[in-house]
């Protein structure tokens, strides 16, 4: 037991106390977040939250004995996501310059970290959809989808984190007793850090004046961390779950991204062009309050993850979860888009 606590007690405690000393450093050098039309909040708000997870999930991970063989890739690639993150942060870097980045982050977990996937499982109840030449080129894909998927779900206090820790504690739920503790080692530090940065996040017994948010560097960090986790625990034998499984797992944030990705083409936009039509900004425009709303999305994406972990420990066949998934994705788009309609109506009866 105490192996499993030490490494949980250093990664919370880490984080504690590198948000007390970062938090007057990132005021003084203005690497802070302020209101826009996008983002609704009062104040300058220190974007550390990222920066102290990592601290808090590499010293555990470097002061507990550790084979770092296993993750010195894992930890590589996050040092990258969290330096570009934080240079976006204080600098608004080129989004080509972030992708770039991101790109070669995915290169390095797939060609030299061995996490790649190889199989997309039975989708369609008719035999395994192997990616054979296509593995390479869908596995960056995907880690690149997913870190920008966390990356813009984090729109509205708690979203981001909350979502989140939602997937890190489906995962270890799902892959205690069937892998070893080395195995979860990373899943269980988020389990550890991200309640500490919620708690600065949400201002749970806290002052508002003590609210940090998470910032480029937090939410690509914790993105790719998600996918790094999703794929390795669903790939080879043996696997804690199936493919699909992390669909379900990973929901919210997917849906949302493509839902907004799909509006802004279908608008002759580009995908990349920041915009305040993400789910959480509609229910905000429907006149949610942001407690509301953020309860309203983590109950769906808990709701997601439960199904998920349902579908798995009753060994649902995939093309049943599969097909599950798509029709949820298809009411979403629906809800979405009588969303917009809605709000457009009213914005045309205001004018």
Same mark, same amino acid.
Not at 40 to 52: E, K, M, N, R, Y
Not at 202 to 228: H, Q, T, Y
């Given at each position: 037991?105490?192996?499993?606590?030490?490494?949980?007690?250093?990664?919370?405690?880490?984080?504690?106390?590198?948000?007390?000393?970062?938090?007057?450093?990132?005021?003084?050098?203005?690497?802070?977040?302020?209101?826009?039309?996008?983002?609704?909040?009062?104040?300058?708000?220190?974007?550390?939250?990222?920066?102290?997870?990592?601290?808090?999930?590499?010293?555990?991970?470097?002061?507990?004995?550790?084979?770092?063989?296993?993750?010195?890739?894992? %930890? !590589?690639?996050?040092?990258? #996501?969290? *330096?570009?993150?934080?240079?976006?942060?204080?600098?608004?870097? @080129?989004? &080509?310059? $972030?992708?770039?980045?991101?790109?070669?982050?995915?290169?390095?977990?797939?060609?030299?970290?061995?996490?790649?996937?190889?199989?997309?499982?039975?989708?369609?109840?008719?035999?395994?959809?192997?990616?054979?030449?296509?593995?390479?080129?869908?596995?960056?894909?995907?880690?690149?989808?997913?870190?920008?998927?966390?990356?813009?779900?984090?729109?509205?206090?708690?979203?981001?984190?909350?979502?989140?820790?939602?997937?890190?504690?489906?995962?270890?739920?799902?892959?205690?007793?069937?892998?070893?503790?080395?195995?979860?080692?990373?899943? %269980? !530090?988020?389990?550890?850090? #991200?309640? *500490?940065?919620?708690?600065?996040?949400?201002?749970?017994?806290? @002052?508002? &004046?003590? $609210?940090?948010?998470?910032?480029?560097?937090?939410?690509?960090?914790?993105?790719?961390?998600?996918?790094?986790?999703?794929?390795?625990?669903?790939?080879?034998?043996?696997?804690?779950?199936?493919?699909?499984?992390?669909?379900?797992?990973?929901?919210?944030?997917?849906?949302?991204?493509?839902?907004?990705?799909?509006?802004?083409?279908?608008?002759?936009?580009?995908?990349?062009?920041?915009?305040?039509?993400?789910?959480?900004?509609?229910?905000?425009?429907?006149?949610?309050?942001?407690?509301?709303?953020?309860?309203?999305?983590?109950?769906?994406? !808990?709701?997601?993850?439960?199904?998920? *972990?349902?579908?798995?420990?009753?060994?649902?066949?995939?093309?049943?979860?599969?097909?599950?998934?798509?029709?949820?994705?298809?009411?979403?788009?629906?809800?979405?888009?009588?969303?917009?309609?809605?709000?457009?109506?009213?914005?045309?009866?205001?004018?």
């Amino acid at each position: 037991m105490f192996i499993l606590f030490l490494p949980i007690l250093i990664a919370s405690l880490t984080t504690l106390v590198a948000i007390i000393l970062l938090r007057p450093f990132a005021i003084s050098i203005n690497l802070v977040d302020k209101p826009s039309n996008r983002k609704f909040h009062t104040g300058s708000i220190p974007l550390i939250g990222g920066i102290a997870m990592f601290f808090g999930v590499v010293i555990s991970i470097l002061v507990v004995p550790h084979d770092l063989n296993q993750i010195n890739y894992f %930890l !590589l690639s996050s040092l990258i #996501l969290v *330096v570009i993150g934080v240079l976006d942060d204080h600098k608004d870097i @080129p989004i &080509s310059l $972030r992708f770039l980045f991101q790109a070669l982050v995915g290169v390095i977990i797939v060609s030299v970290g061995g996490i790649n996937i190889m199989s997309f499982g039975s989708l369609f109840g008719n035999g395994e959809i192997l990616l054979n030449e296509w593995s390479y080129f869908i596995s960056v894909l995907a880690i690149i989808v997913g870190i920008n998927a966390v990356n813009m779900a984090d729109g509205i206090h708690g979203l981001a984190g909350g979502n989140s820790l939602i997937t890190f504690f489906a995962i270890l739920y799902l892959s205690v007793g069937r892998i070893s503790y080395q195995d979860l080692w990373i899943t %269980l !530090l988020f389990c550890s850090v #991200l309640p *500490v940065f919620l708690i600065h996040n949400l201002c749970l017994g806290l @002052p508002e &004046s003590k $609210r940090i948010f998470m910032g480029d560097a937090g939410s690509m960090f914790v993105g790719m961390s998600i996918v790094w986790i999703l794929i390795d625990f669903s790939q080879g034998e043996p696997k804690v779950f199936d493919p699909v499984i992390a669909l379900w797992l990973f929901a919210v944030p997917l849906l949302d991204l493509f839902a907004v990705f799909i509006h802004r083409l279908a608008s002759g936009n580009s995908p990349f062009k920041a915009d305040a039509f993400h789910m959480h900004h509609l229910l905000l425009h429907l006149g949610m309050k942001q407690n509301k709303a953020l309860l309203t999305i983590l109950s769906f994406s !808990l709701l997601m993850a439960v199904i998920g *972990v349902l579908g798995n420990l009753y060994e649902v066949v995939e093309w049943v979860m599969f097909s599950g998934f798509i029709t949820i994705f298809v009411i979403y788009m629906f809800a979405y888009q009588v969303l917009m309609r809605h709000i457009k109506y009213k914005v045309k009866q205001i004018d």
